[in-house]
């Protein structure tokens, strides 16, 4: 086999296709396998925010329930990444990869056919871990099999099936909720992912390698994943519940900086043993690595947090048809393809720089949006975000597959899988708290939406964004990335 290679006008060495046909169709097969397993989880992703005002009526949930049915899935989701993306490195990625699909399979339909607050929050807790171990495979499975533009080429292409599971998943949820009793839809809403899940389970089969191409030894660090699982939700609580008595908030801050304090004495000690903490010391030790999960962090909470308050405040305040809040969706779908496409050329010329401009106008769209909310309601408002929303979705298509490049190009090739889990957990654990956040920012006035609330809850998600561009001017991010060289 015999392999070629070009550079692109910008400087870019590529990889061109090897001649031998079986390594092209396992480098296909590979990648149809990750589009599939992203499809799947990015579906339920996309749906679940419609469930919510259904499912709360339908199980006599209290607020801080529902936030945490919509918050749960992004915190185990980040949690599994973690011990995925380093047992992925050291035993290969397609065990992991049927795993963590058949536990997002388990997870979904427990919760479409839960009876009450528990078992629904515990599948989607399930689901959301699934999820991550299925991602952090994704991810890893990418960077180990392309390189150069190809590697651009297919985050674009994931990033590419994350918008049409935008487009299928609310058109779907619209079309349920508008033909069957709510009681009934929000079950049947849940349960969409499984036949695209059956799916790529038995296409994982055959796209995935069985074995790593070196095997290593793994160092899991339990006890860091768990502590920053803790840290997280003792951070979320008071957030979700901000009614609670000033000792109960007194206590989750004492116990906040405990923890923070074990965790940060566990993982130096944990390194000095030669193990590979949590926060691996090869990635902490680059600047250019940590400002790129800042960066991804911030965006990331502020997209799906914002995506969440929208779709609830007009689904429970404004009565409008889901159906309705589904075709709205997708223009922004539509133009976050067309732009991860069209944004491979531009990276070639604008390199990491890129990511900082489709991260100012990302903050822009959010800017205009809480104008918007300050100064009319209903359906015209409706029709405002929803077009401000397809400078969101060219934004986003801009943006998200040059970052992840770019955070990435920082991690040496051993610890492909680790820097692609943690990147995402970092992004994970922020969408939790975010979510959590301005949900309850939204829920805040009497237990229902408001356009005050709104209106708060979305100047937090512009904040968010305006944080992570001013992060993205960073020369360690922009200067010395390998990918600006």
Not at 412 to 421: D, E, F, K, R, Y
Request: aromatic letters at 10%; glycine letters at 10%.
């Amino acid at each position: 086999m015999t392999e070629t290679t070009a550079t692109t006008p910008g400087g870019y060495a590529d990889i061109a296709e090897p001649a031998d046909s079986a390594t092209r169709w396992d480098e296909r097969s590979a990648l149809w396998s990750c589009l599939g397993a992203g499809f799947a989880t990015l579906l339920d992703s996309a749906v679940a925010a419609f469930t919510a005002p259904a499912v709360q009526s339908s199980l006599a949930l209290a607020d801080s329930d529902i936030q945490w049915f919509l918050a749960s899935f992004s915190l185990m989701f980040g949690l599994g990444l973690a011990p995925a993306g380093r047992l992925g490195d050291a035993y290969g990625r397609r065990g992991l990869f049927i795993a963590g699909l058949a536990l997002f399979l388990v997870g979904g339909i427990a919760s479409a056919t839960a009876t009450g607050a528990w078992s629904v929050i515990g599948g989607r807790l399930v689901q959301g871990f699934g999820a991550g171990v299925i991602s952090a495979q994704v991810l890893a499975v990418i960077q180990d099999t392309f390189t150069g533009p190809a590697r651009l080429r297919a985050l674009a292409g994931y990033t590419a099936a994350g918008a049409a599971a935008a487009i299928v998943g609310p058109m779907a949820a619209g079309l349920a909720l508008w033909l069957i009793p709510p009681e009934f839809a929000w079950r049947i809403i849940l349960l969409l992912p499984v036949p695209f899940t059956i799916a790529t389970i038995v296409f994982g089969f055959r796209g995935l390698p069985r074995s790593p191409r070196v095997r290593r030894t793994i160092d899991l660090d339990v006890p860091g994943i768990a502590a920053l699982g803790l840290l997280v939700v003792l951070v979320t609580i008071p957030v979700i519940d901000p009614g609670l008595p000033a000792h109960t908030i007194a206590g989750v801050i004492a116990g906040c900086a405990l923890l923070l304090t074990a965790l940060v004495w566990w993982e130096r000690r944990y390194a000095r043993r030669g193990k590979l903490s949590l926060f691996a010391p090869a990635l902490m030790r680059s600047r250019g690595y940590v400002t790129g999960n800042v960066v991804a962090a911030l965006w990331f909470g502020s997209v799906l947090a914002f995506g969440t308050i929208k779709t609830v405040y007009f689904l429970q305040v404004c009565d409008i048809p889901a159906l309705a809040i589904a075709l709205a969706l997708i223009p922004t779908a539509l133009a976050r393809m067309v732009a991860a496409r069209w944004g491979q050329r531009l990276f070639v010329t604008h390199g990491p720089a890129l990511v900082t401009y489709g991260l100012v106008v990302q903050t822009a769209c959010l800017a205009a949006s809480a104008a918007a909310a300050l100064s009319c309601d209903g359906w015209a408002l409706f029709l405002i975000l929803s077009t401000i929303q397809i400078g969101s979705g060219l934004s986003g298509g801009v943006v998200e597959p040059p970052l992840r490049v770019v955070t990435l190009a920082f991690s040496p090739p051993s610890l492909h899988g680790v820097g692609a889990s943690f990147l995402q957990l970092t992004q994970r654990l922020s969408a939790t708290f975010c979510i959590a956040l301005t949900t309850g920012v939204l829920l805040a006035f009497g237990g229902t939406a408001s356009t005050r609330s709104l209106l708060w809850a979305v100047v937090l998600c512009a904040a968010a964004s305006a944080a992570a561009t001013f992060a993205s001017f960073s020369p360690h991010f922009r200067t010395d990335s390998p990918l600006a060289q």
